[in-house]
């Protein structure tokens, strides 16, 4: 199915994005964010052509570990081999086109179709067509293994973040990341250990996680958290002190190195640092975004990324997880710090709905953002070359990505 939405991304609408002028441009329409139509056609021309973060190497931990996933709609497997690879298979046995694997699994051999018995090992290839042609092992009229085993989905990981791409077609993986991929090599993120995920649903559009990359809201959504504007800009220059950077797929937030030390930010909490293989006070990036739905927060002792499914216009599921260094996970001197980087983005009592945590107060606001969308006076959205250089180029690079 082609959808047409010519009728959303008019020329005028394009040309008001992209007016040299920051201060004089105009944001996308009200209805890129409500519109069925729009979020099919980003199902079809958008996620399939990018390298789309889909879950976390740690919820496939060991050998023989298996989940059931659906992506865009389409149900897939993320598996690891004996061998401890990471695969994503297409969830669809070969013969009569049946659901492969139904629930999580451990320990797992290989997969067993449960219609009539065709056998795949963790890597997707065929291993068995039990009585085929009526013999137990099939040997009188053999199904050729290497065209029936389930379909492979080009995938790859980067940091613990699993990622696919759909068409194929996308660069490879490293060259998609480009300049954050550099900007954090520094770090040794393969040895660090997961403590713990989340995962929720809010009723916001997708994009308005990605439009939220920026500092200029910080004072008046996080509240108890970042309290000063001071914090945030030069009140007498006007500069902030966050770099804003938008490179081909990725868009990161540096400190200046200018922004005041508060003995309050409570960003110690006793932890030991991120490993790094190499200059440990290398100043990087601390809050990334991979284009078009993976954030990747950087802290002194806690790394935290985050996966954004869109479900619907309105509703989006975040997993998200916390990964610290060796010996911090499990470790009962620790528990008062790990407790404490986890209250800081989920609240004291870690419930969404507190709204004292900085991921629950980042959605509540995408969700006021979403409801507004029912107005025709949301078309005149605006941005701030101060602060929004990065919304406007998310905002331009989904409808580039779209052929726009």
Request: one cysteine or more.
């Amino acid at each position: 199915m082609s959808v047409n939405i010519d009728n959303l991304l008019t020329d005028d609408v394009l040309k008001g994005l992209r007016n040299p002028v920051l201060d004089d441009a105009r944001g996308l329409p009200a209805a890129i964010y409500t519109s069925e139509e729009f979020f099919a056609a980003e199902q079809e021309s958008l996620f399939p052509s990018t390298w789309m973060g889909i879950a976390f190497d740690s919820q496939v931990p060991e050998p023989g570990d298996a989940i059931p996933l659906t992506v865009l709609g389409l149900p897939m497997i993320l598996s690891r081999d004996s061998s401890g690879q990471i695969h994503v298979l297409h969830n669809v046995c070969r013969h009569r086109a049946t659901i492969v694997l139904e629930k999580p699994c451990s320990g797992q051999q290989n997969f067993k179709c449960p219609y009539h018995g065709w056998a795949y090992d963790l890597d997707g290839k065929l291993i068995a067509t039990p009585f085929w042609d009526g013999t137990p092992k099939s040997d009188r009229k053999p199904v050729k293994a290497c065209d029936n085993g389930l379909v492979q989905v080009r995938s790859g990981v980067w940091n613990h973040i699993v990622f696919v791409n759909l068409d194929g077609k996308a660069p490879e993986l490293k060259d998609y990341l480009g300049p954050m991929d550099k900007e954090l090599e520094h770090y040794d993120f393969d040895c660090l250990e997961m403590e713990h995920t989340e995962n929720w649903d809010f009723h916001a559009n997708w994009k308005l996680v990605m439009e939220n990359w920026e500092v200029y809201h910080h004072v008046w959504v996080h509240e108890g958290i970042f309290d000063r504007m001071s914090d945030e800009v030069d009140l007498d220059t006007g500069e902030p002190y966050t770099t804003m950077t938008a490179k081909t797929n990725t868009m990161m937030l540096t400190a200046t190195g200018k922004r005041p030390m508060r003995a309050d930010a409570g960003l110690d909490n006793g932890l030991p640092p991120l490993p790094t293989k190499w200059d440990p006070e290398r100043p990087t990036s601390t809050a990334n975004a991979i284009l078009p739905n993976v954030t990747a927060t950087i802290g002194r002792s806690a790394f935290a990324p985050a996966i954004y499914t869109p479900i619907g216009p309105g509703l989006t599921h975040v997993n998200m997880a916390w990964f610290f260094a060796p010996g911090v996970v499990g470790n009962s001197d620790h528990i008062k710090g790990r407790e404490a980087v986890l209250e800081r983005w989920l609240g004291k009592n870690r419930t969404l709905n507190e709204r004292t945590g900085i991921r629950s107060q980042d959605h509540r606001c995408m969700e006021l953002q979403q409801q507004a969308r029912s107005s025709p006076i949301a078309d005149d959205v605006k941005f701030s070359t101060t602060w929004e250089g990065n919304v406007r180029y998310f905002q331009d690079w989904v409808v580039r990505q779209m052929g726009r």
